[in-house]
Structure formats: C-alpha cells, structure tokens
C-alpha cells in the first residue's frame, strides 16, 4: 500500500516534532557549554548567533509543518477526503517559505561544517577544497529547488 500526501506528512510532522524535542534538550545544553566557555574567557559569539540562526530556522520550519497539519486535517471536517484535496491544492507561498527556511537552514550548516573542518585541519586551505565544492553543489542544487517550488512546478501525487 503506497503512502498517500498527507498521511506521509502527518506521520513526517509527527517524527519531525519528536526529532525537534531531541534537538531542544541539546540545544538548551548547547548554551550551558557556551556559558562556562564564557566564563572560562572565550569569546562565544559567534558560536552563539550561529545557534540561534539555526533554533530559530528549525522551530520556524516546525511551526509552518504544524500550521499546515492542522490546516490539512480539521479544517473543513464535513468535506469527504479533505487532507487529499488541501494538499492537492497546496499553497504556493508557504510552499516556497517552508523550501527557503529549509534552503537556508542547510546553507548555514554547509558553511559551519566547511568552517570546522578548516579548524580541525589546522587551518589548511587545501583540505577544504573538496568540502567548498560540495557546497557550491549544494547551492545550485537548492537554488534550483526554490526556484521551481517558486514558480509553483507541479509534482504527480499519489491518492
């Protein structure tokens, strides 16, 4: 039995809250880390916005998946099959939001990542190479992703 839209994404919303709690305790012991490094005399600060940026991409995504849910699944209870016909007919704006905050979450860590391993290597450029390639990849392929969630390309769906 194939998955139909909206169960996939009532089931991904529920894995992806439960991913999120996870990811609240971590963080919130993230800034326990940042404050004794604090203490201890080390600058933090960037360290700090990076984890902000990144909280706040994540809970935004959350809230945008929640609110299309909760759209998908009560609103219009007396319409026979009404999850189908919400995502048959999915918004084109919070579409491309839900893309862009995604977009931009995976850029952000691109970057972090390509940055701890120029760290981890001593600072070499040549071991980043392959890294900064694989991010520009990345770029264009998400570029391209935005861009046709944009434009509104219509995917074939099940149900």
Do not use: W
Request: with cysteine; aromatic share 12%; proline share 1%.
């Amino acid at each position: 039995m194939a998955f139909v839209v909206a169960k996939s994404d009532f089931v991904g919303t529920l894995l992806e809250t439960l991913c999120y709690g996870m990811y609240f305790v971590l963080f919130s012991r993230f800034l326990c880390v940042l404050y004794a490094r604090q203490q201890a005399g080390r600058r933090i600060r960037y360290l700090l916005a990076i984890a902000l940026m990144i909280f706040s991409l994540i809970t935004a995504h959350l809230a945008i998946q929640v609110n299309r849910i909760l759209h998908a699944f009560t609103d219009h209870m007396d319409v026979a099959n009404a999850p189908v016909t919400f995502y048959h007919a999915l918004n084109r704006r919070e579409s491309a939001v839900k893309t862009a905050i995604y977009t931009a979450l995976t850029l952000l860590c691109d970057v972090l990542m390509v940055y701890r391993v120029f760290v981890v290597y001593e600072r070499k450029r040549s071991t980043i190479v392959v890294p900064c390639l694989l991010f520009l990849a990345d770029t264009v392929t998400l570029a391209l992703n935005l861009l046709c969630t944009g434009k509104g390309v219509e995917y074939e769906r099940d149900g």
